[in-house]
């Protein structure tokens, strides 16, 4: 019996995060897979204790609020199950981000699905400020949406890398995510007056990936030769029909500079999603 996939959306009810939640029930369907909506309320858990003593405005505030949010979660699981979607709710209160890593850990997480964006003011915390601080100290590859319309199809996926012979394990992660997601997984590498490499060497940095995961398993290996990274990276997606972009997130700096972009500036300059795999 196969193990359940699992995935993880993040919710502060705006219309990014929404999003990002019609695109995980749409891999769900694809993958059979489990959902776990996730929301983080500013509230702490012993908040009756702290006011029930206070004026009873202050009370009945927050145990509006409270019962708000509920509902609002409620109607986000009922969504998933309605188009036969397996969907579990979490509700944490006066938590961080690391809410969000922790859960991933504890739960065994296969894949987390994070807007770019959230609501305007405070509350944007959640997705905005929250998705670069998972992407930062994340084991899970995080899968990073913006409110467009997904392609008719999620066809294709590119895993675009500078191939450094000391994160193979990368390309085996970025794998295993196409497999569930059912996708075809091709191989960049983007050759730039600042990250130049002969071809032989390229080949011979991608040869060495390959052997991480099974033959035969990867549509297409490309180098292109473009002055910048990302105009170069935009032009064969856009050639090849590219669905989402997989891209490593190296913790190191030096890693970023002989890449040539980081998976921050790809976000911003991109309304595709985008995939950021972890190093272990």
Request: aromatic share 8%.
């Amino acid at each position: 019996m196969e193990d359940t996939y699992h995935i993880l959306i993040p919710t502060d009810y705006s219309e990014t995060a929404d999003h990002a939640l019609d695109v995980g029930i749409t891999i769900a369907k694809r993958s059979n897979a489990q959902v776990q909506i996730q929301h983080i309320e500013g509230i702490p858990p012993d908040w009756v204790d702290m006011v029930e003593k206070e004026e009873g405005t202050m009370f009945t505030m927050i145990k509006e609020q409270l019962a708000e949010t509920k509902t609002e979660l409620a109607d986000r699981v009922k969504l998933a199950q309605d188009q036969g979607v397996s969907t579990e709710s979490f509700l944490q209160y006066n938590k961080n981000y690391r809410a969000i890593l922790d859960h991933a850990d504890d739960n065994k997480t296969d894949l987390i699905i994070m807007g770019a964006h959230g609501r305007s003011g405070i509350k944007s915390l959640l997705i905005g400020s929250y998705t670069v601080r998972v992407l930062h100290h994340t084991k899970t590859p995080v899968l990073v949406t913006k409110k467009t319309d997904l392609p008719n199809a999620l066809e294709k996926m590119v895993f675009v890398s500078d191939f450094s012979l000391e994160n193979v394990d990368l390309l085996l992660k970025a794998f295993m995510t196409a497999q569930e997601l059912k996708m075809k997984l091709s191989l960049l590498y983007v050759n730039t007056p600042t990250t130049f490499k002969e071809s032989h060497e390229i080949m011979s940095r991608i040869d060495r990936y390959l052997e991480s995961i099974p033959g035969g398993k990867v549509a297409q290996v490309d180098v292109v030769n473009a002055y910048r990274f990302e105009p170069g990276l935009f032009k064969y997606c856009e050639q090849n029909k590219i669905d989402i972009v997989s891209i490593p997130i190296y913790k190191r700096t030096s890693s970023w500079e002989a890449f040539g972009g980081t998976i921050q500036d790809l976000i911003k300059d991109t309304d595709m999603p985008v995939l950021g795999i972890p190093e272990t």
